[in-house]
């Protein structure tokens, strides 16, 4: 589908911000202003950009700040959501696009494990690339790159 990828995004934060004002979690963004609109599948990026988000939010302390960026490139889409949550165990991130894998650092906060092989499967359907970034107790950034086509 056709997208304005500006109030793409702005619509897909204010939905997350309800979410994350449970737990008095502050969402930041920044969003250039774009002059065209792109080709892309809009459920599959709605689905990509949900699940980070309410990942950065599920894993992070109250009272912290998730940050979400758009860049635009020549040929790229570029997203970064990036929290200063719970992060995620070294030796543990090989394993993170699996089904059902969850990190032994999470105690009691509940899912199944799917959100991030759904995401991959998405990004992999939209031509993508899909990479993070994280340390214990410091944070996470997951970065996803997508290729360009506009209108
Ligand atoms: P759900 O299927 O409801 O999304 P989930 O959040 O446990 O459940 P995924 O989204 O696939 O599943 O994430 C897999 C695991 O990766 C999580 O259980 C958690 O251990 C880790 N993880 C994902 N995102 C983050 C993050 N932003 N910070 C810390 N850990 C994360
Ligand atoms: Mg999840």
């Known amino acids: 589908s056709q997208l304005d990828l500006q109030d793409f995004c702005s619509e897909i934060i204010k939905g997350s911000k ?6 008095n979690i502050n969402i930041t963004s920044i969003i250039p202003e774009i002059d065209f609109e792109i080709f892309s599948d809009e459920n599959l990026l709605r689905h ?3 699940n980070l988000l309410t990942n950065a939010v599920k894993y992070s302390p109250p009272g912290s700040t ?4 758009l860049k635009l490139t020549e040929e790229f889409i570029i997203f970064s959501i990036q929290d200063w949550g719970i992060g995620i165990p ?3 991130q ?5 089904p059902f894998y969850r990190a032994s650092n999470i105690g ?6 799917l959100g991030l092989s759904i995401v991959a499967k998405c990004v992999d359907a939209l031509q ?4 993070f970034d ?6 996470t950034i997951f970065i996803v790159k997508l290729p360009l086509i506009k209108v």
């Open 66 to 69: 998730v940050h979400f960026e």
């Open 128 to 131: 993508g690339e899909i990479e």
């Open 94 to 98: 090989q394993q993170l696009f699996q």
């Open 134 to 139: 994280s340390q214990v107790d410091l944070g």
């Open 18 to 23: 309800i979410s994350a004002k449970y737990r």
């Open 90 to 92: 070294n030796q543990e």
């Open 48 to 50: 990509i950009l949900d």
């Open 108 to 113: 009691m906060i509940p899912g199944t494990g």
